[in-house]
T-cell receptor, first 114, second 110 residues
Framework: DVKVTQSSRYLVKRTGEKVFLECVQD?????MFWYRQDPGLGLRLIYF???????EKGDIPEGYSVSREKKERFSLILESASTNQTSMYLC?????????????FGNGTRLTVT | RKEVEQDPGPFNVPEGATVAFNCTYS??????FFWYRQDCRKEPKLLMS???SGNEDGRFTAQLNRASQYISLLIRDSKLSDSATYLC???????????FGGGTRLMVKP
């Protein structure tokens, strides 16, 4: 079974802090993604990566950056946390195997910025 | 218009009922389709892929209508444990960004 592990289940940070959300997958997947999920807005893609040291902006990259130094690890960085970044953050990975490559999600990090 | 749209529900059905959800998508180039299930405060998990010819997995049947650009999920003989939010997902082609619908909430009551 694919395992996607997010380092923290719950996190509380202050406005202006730099926040790191870590995600590790153990299936040698090429693709990794960061989403946030908010009530009424569904899942929105922040950033994704198809390879080591490669990153692409998703739909809502503002206020975020990412790092993929190793294939198995994809980090989401909030440079200066703000209250509107309070959300559930979901990391996911998928293999590059052609059509029908589903996402495998981590169990999420619920971030509260005060 | 949103790229992927779902009726948010909730759909309240009694145990044993048959219930169907639709999901419409706007990008006619979409190639891959999935249904995910998300329980309250948990991550989404893949329920089933949706194939062009339609496919069935136990009580669940997924269908794709390319002409009208929608996919559907049919659940027969609903169980209490089917209560969850069902997310449809489409992607233009392999490996590209998957686009999620907002989810349809199902509540199965005794």
């Amino acid at each position: 079974d694919v395992k996607v592990t997010q380092s923290s289940r719950y996190l509380v940070k202050r406005t202006g802090e730099k926040v790191f959300l870590e995600c590790v997958q153990d299936m040698d997947h090429e693709n990794m993604f960061w989403y946030r999920q908010d009530p009424g807005l569904g899942l929105r893609l922040i950033y994704f990566s198809y390879d080591v040291k490669m990153k692409e902006k998703g739909d809502i990259p503002e206020g975020y950056s990412v790092s993929r130094e190793k294939k198995e690890r994809f980090s989401l960085i909030l440079e200066s946390a703000s209250t509107n970044q309070t959300s559930m953050y979901l990391c996911a990975s998928s293999d590059w195997t052609g059509d029908n490559s589903p996402l495998h999600f981590g169990n999420g990090t619920r971030l509260t910025v005060t | 218009r949103k790229e992927v749209e779902q009726d948010p529900g909730p759909f309240n059905v009694p145990e044993g009922a048959t219930v169907a959800f639709n999901c419409t998508y706007s990008n006619s180039a979409s190639q891959s389709f999935f249904w995910y299930r998300q329980d309250c405060r948990k991550e989404p998990k893949l329920l089933m892929s949706v194939y062009s010819s339609g496919n069935e997995d136990g009580r669940f049947t997924a269908q794709l209508n390319r002409a009208s650009q929608y996919i559907s999920l049919l659940i027969r003989d609903s169980k209490l444990s089917d209560s969850a939010t069902y997310l449809c997902v489409v992607t233009p082609n392999a490996g590209n960004m998957l686009t999620f619908g907002g989810g349809t909430r199902l509540m199965v009551k005794p």
